[in-house]
């Protein structure tokens, strides 16, 4: 049971390149989310989607784009690349029941942005 | 709008002495809490959570949690540390489940 699995695990990127993080799930989790990790300030959301076809904005979207094409699979772009965006990103799934409702998380992108 | 705070950036404890690490919420409606652990280089493990019932919660790896409603708190316990509890800890909050909020963690260090 690989529960989610993010990648590419580590990359270097140079300032305004692009790339896409994909995060799959295997748990057939409604919702999916993708968070930046920053020393001191937590997990801060960046998009979220409760369903194949949806995406929304998150605490702090700018730069970032999301697609969710299907329902196992949750992508987040970053279309020109800024070293502000040098982070730890984990992307997390969801199934908002009356029993289940923590998150799963995966094991994180290690993102520098140089 | 939800927010945690974990009042504490880092708890000292000696092995083998309870813990506490504390978290304080906000939420408009019935709060869903969660306790997440990180170790270094590695995402987020869940710990334990509250949706309902009793308010002594019981987790993984002896690890238990008090949600009291008047002071809107969840702080995290355990009787007796271990050095391996060593880590980041996180709380968190959400509105059945679509939204997590999450404090800015606490580190745990438990010294031998």
């Known amino acids: 049971n690989a529960g989610v699995t993010q990648t590419p695990k580590f990359r270097v990127l140079k300032t305004g390149q692009s790339m896409t993080l994909l995060c799959a799930q295997d748990m057939n989790h409604e919702y999916m989310y993708w968070y930046r990790q920053d020393p001191g300030m937590g997990l801060r959301l960046i998009h979220y989607?409760?369903?194949?076809?949806?995406?929304a904005k998150g605490e702090v979207p700018d730069g970032y784009n999301v697609s969710r094409l299907k329902k196992q699979n949750f992508l987040l772009g970053l279309e020109s690349a800024a070293p502000s965006q040098t982070s730890v990103y984990f992307c997390?799934?969801?199934?908002?029941?009356?029993?289940?409702?923590?998150?799963?998380f995966g094991q994180g992108t290690r993102l520098t942005v140089v | 709008a939800q927010s945690v705070a974990q009042p504490e950036d880092q708890v000292n404890v000696a092995e083998g002495n309870p813990l506490t690490v504390k978290c304080t919420y906000s939420v408009s409606g019935n709060p869903y809490l969660f306790w997440y652990v990180q170790y270094p280089n590695r995402g987020l493990q869940f710990l334990l959570k509250?949706?309902?019932?009793?308010?002594l919660v019981k987790g993984s790896y002896g690890f238990e949690a008090e949600f009291n409603k008047s002071q809107t708190s969840f702080h995290l316990k355990k009787p007796s540390a271990l050095v391996s509890d060593s880590a980041l800890y996180f709380c968190?909050?959400?509105?059945?489940?679509?939204?997590?909020?999450f404090g800015p963690g606490t580190r745990l260090s438990v010294l031998p």
């Open positions: 997390a799934s969801s199934s908002p029941t009356d029993m289940n409702t923590e998150a799963f």
């Open positions: 509250y949706i309902t019932g009793d308010n």
């Open positions: 968190a909050v959400t509105d059945y489940g679509q939204n997590f909020v």
């Open positions: 989607s409760v369903g194949e076809g949806t995406t």
